[in-house]
């Protein structure tokens, strides 16, 4: 059975920073492109970004250069690492395979707030 796990959301005030973690099980994880989402409340979930299986990595405009992807095979974990955070990065975030119908992580809150 496939399972993401998300952790590491939390509180934290504007400008500050987190590191999220997805733990995989049930698949070949160095094989498979992953992906960050995230959904704040009343909006669409949108796409967050995106790291191949070769750790090429790819980010919504709304987050370059701000936050990191990775992913730690030996560990079978991708990370996201947040600096500079601000009110509107307010979400749960969710991480995504694409495998068949595609597997979501159950998401963590992350809240920007003085």
């Known amino acids: 059975q496939v399972q993401l796990v998300e952790s590491g959301g939390g509180l934290v005030q504007p400008g500050g920073s987190l590191r999220l973690s997805c733990a995989a099980s049930?698949?070949?994880?160095?094989?498979?492109?992953l992906s960050w989402y995230r959904q704040a409340l009343g909006k669409e979930r949108e796409w967050v970004a995106g790291i191949s299986s070769a750790a090429s990595t790819t980010y919504a405009d709304s987050v370059k250069g701000r936050f990191t992807i990775s992913r730690d095979n030996h560990e079978n974990t991708m990370y996201l690492q947040m600096n500079s955070l601000k009110p509107e990065d307010t979400a749960v975030y969710y991480c995504?395979?694409?495998?068949?119908?595609?597997?979501w992580g159950q998401g963590t809150q992350v809240t920007v707030s003085s």
């Open positions: 995504y395979c694409g495998i068949r119908d595609g597997h």
């Open positions: 049930g698949f070949t994880f160095s094989i498979y492109p």
